[in-house]
């Protein structure tokens, strides 16, 4: 049973700073890669970031890598994407989501939470 909530989104200017959080409502988070997708209207899904299970390994999809870092919190339940220098091209619904193997497919991952909207203005 696996149930993500996101959190954290909002409107920021560009060069502005949001951090996402998912929170996971079960005792087995720690057997979950954890990844970050973002969605925009009449568009793809598509990878953010992931987190393997014990947080050992990360990765980045081109265009977010050195303003993006994802981490987990395995004691907590938590993972986290901190979003940094964003950018208008960062706007999007955000989603969290979990799969027992590192992937970067969306339709690899197993759960989702709901997204939650990150807005950047110019």
């Known amino acids: 049973q696996v149930q993500l909530v996101e959190s954290g989104g909002g409107l920021v200017q560009a060069g502005g700073s949001l951090r996402l959080s998912c929170a996971h409502s079960?005792?087995?988070?720690?057997?979950?890669?954890m990844g970050w997708f973002r969605q925009v209207p009449g568009k793809e899904r598509e990878f953010v970031a992931a987190?393997?299970?014990?947080?050992?390994?990360?990765y980045y999809a081109d265009p977010v890598k050195g303003r993006f870092t994802i981490s987990r919190d395995n004691a907590k339940n938590m993972a986290y994407l901190q979003m940094n220098s964003l950018k208008p091209e960062d706007t999007a619904v955000y989603y969290c989501?979990?799969?027992?193997?590192?992937?970067?497919?969306?339709?690899?991952?197993?759960?989702w939470g709901q997204g939650t909207q990150v807005t950047v203005s110019s």
């Open positions: 989501a979990a799969d027992r193997i590192m992937t970067t497919k969306v339709d690899d991952y197993d759960y």
């Open positions: 987190i393997t299970q014990s947080g050992g390994s990360t």
């Open positions: 079960g005792r087995t988070f720690r057997m979950y890669v």
